[in-house]
């Protein structure tokens, strides 16, 4: 349903200790003085001027010239039509499809990918996501001009060895495998198909019978259907201005054109799904995997600014009623965590935590018990301040690099975010009111109306019997 949430958990709780953020746990911080100056106003996200064309074949091109900070070109090429998009019988193919761009093209092997780059001192790669596939690239401004015709060739004119199909697919076996070990998985592949039931965005995980059911003809097939310029996008950022980088864009894409059909888009989600409770017995465990979930809203909806905040009060950092009271008050976990999941034509809110066998019951009723406590009564100013601050030094840490802020436009725009909404977040979270973020909580934090998903040893079953019956499977 969403990027994995523990690295993106503890990558918050570290951003909020550098930022200085007030009243966040953060380890060995000493007690701040009394008269301590109050914290300045956040700042908007200082977004360059983005120039904006259109080539005759339809790709759009966004250039953001930048004159000063180091020599460097970043650029992104984004094609609609990802994970989601795979064949039912191949979820998952397009984490194979992405990995295999970099892999050789009709005049490149993936030798002399591998050379060029190295000759340019730049990097090239490609990722799947649910509704899209970007190939990435960076270096010295100086190379801009080859190494945008290197991203070009890569994306454009991959050619699938079937060598390098059976090393990806092995690689990609071995993966699959390890992670199937895990609980972490587990639950959250059954929670994606409690969210999402029978919709696209359920079956985005490779199984080991699509990875074998992947060949060179479904490759082929897929990327002449995704990969077309007029639906896709390419930024540009870095030291190069506007005409140059229009003129780089033209050279390396302005005769590419797009065959047959395009992949159509993916349909709407439900928002209305039975409420589940599923148990999957993992032998021998020692701690249980704890999820909660339900449908959300999909990017752009209006809610999506006031739910980070409120995502932030209940379990979106460490400071987070969840956090405090699972992990430092009860001690049942190392973290509890919280977060809205968001794609093109659908999302979800999910809650989790890895917790001792032993208060594998009890975990689950707090979960619900703070989560109640939101949807009856509204948070305190201080609460509130605290979250739009959390929230607001995040979003600047994460997009504070160039490359980072190339990425997050190319990834909004597969989303279907304005490029505005990039500069506009900062401002717009410190709008946000008390009574929107119970308002949020009241809409998607009821715990009667969430469903919950427990991996653990078949012992702890019966500590789940208060909160109704568990079917081994999802339904």
């Avoid at 200082?46 to 650029?75: C, F, Y």
């Avoid at 809610?303 to 209940?314: F, G, P």
């Avoid at 078949?458 to 789940?464: A, G, H, M, V, W």
Wanted: glycine residues 10%.
């Amino acid at each position: 349903m969403k990027t994995p949430l523990k690295t993106r958990r503890i990558t918050l709780g570290v951003i909020a200790c550098l930022l200085g953020l007030p009243t966040l746990v953060c380890a060995a911080s000493p007690p701040m003085p009394k008269d301590m100056p109050k914290y300045g106003a956040d700042k908007p996200l200082p977004v360059p001027e983005i120039a904006k064309k259109t080539l005759d074949n339809g790709l759009v091109v966004w250039v953001l010239p930048r004159s000063g900070g180091n020599p460097k070109i970043d650029l992104v090429l984004a094609v609609r039509g990802g994970k989601a998009a795979d064949p039912a019988d191949r979820p998952g193919m397009s984490d194979l499809l992405a990995s295999l761009l970099v892999e050789g093209t009709p005049s490149r092997s993936s030798a002399r990918i591998a050379e060029d780059l190295q000759a340019l001192g730049a990097s090239l790669a490609a990722n799947a996501g649910n509704d899209g596939i970007t190939v990435k690239a960076s270096g010295l401004s100086s190379g801009a001009e080859p190494l945008t015709l290197l991203l070009a060739d890569a994306a454009r004119n991959a050619n699938f060895p079937v060598g390098e199909i059976e090393l990806a697919k092995g690689n990609a076996l071995q993966a699959l495998k390890a992670a199937e070990a895990e609980p972490d998985y587990q639950a959250a592949r059954a929670l994606d198909e409690v969210v999402y039931g029978d919709h696209p965005y359920a079956r985005t995980r490779p199984t080991e019978a699509s990875i074998g059911a992947t060949d060179r003809a479904g490759l082929v097939a897929a990327h002449k259907a995704r990969f077309r310029p007029d639906r896709a996008l390419l930024v540009i950022g870095g030291r190069v201005d506007a005409e140059r980088g229009f003129a780089l864009a033209q050279k390396a894409f302005g005769d590419w054109k797009g065959v047959g059909e395009a992949t159509p888009d993916v349909p709407a989600a439900l928002l209305d799904r039975p409420i589940q409770r599923v148990f999957i017995e993992r032998a021998g465990s020692v701690q249980s995997a704890v999820r909660l979930g339900r449908p959300a809203f999909a990017a752009g909806n209006g809610d999506e600014i006031a739910s980070a905040i409120a995502n932030s009060v209940l379990g979106g950092d460490f400071s987070s009623r969840l956090s405090q009271v699972l992990r430092e008050e009860k001690g049942y976990t190392y973290g509890a965590y919280s977060g809205f999941g968001t794609n093109r034509a659908g999302g979800g809110f999910s809650a989790e935590a890895d917790v001792r066998n032993e208060v594998t019951g009890d975990a689950v009723g707090e979960f619900r018990k703070q989560m109640q406590m939101l949807v009856d009564a509204p948070i305190d100013a201080t609460e509130l301040s605290r979250a739009k601050r959390a929230t607001a030094g995040a979003y600047l840490f994460r997009n504070q690099l160039q490359g980072a802020v190339v990425s997050s436009l190319a990834n909004g725009w597969l989303l279907g975010r304005p490029s505005g909404y990039l500069g506009e977040f900062v401002g717009r979270t410190d709008k946000v009111t008390a009574a929107e973020v119970h308002a949020i909580a009241r809409k998607y934090f009821d715990p009667a109306k969430l469903s919950i998903v427990v991996v653990g040893d078949k012992s702890i079953s019966t500590q789940l019997e208060p909160f109704g019956e568990f079917s081994p499977k999802v339904k």
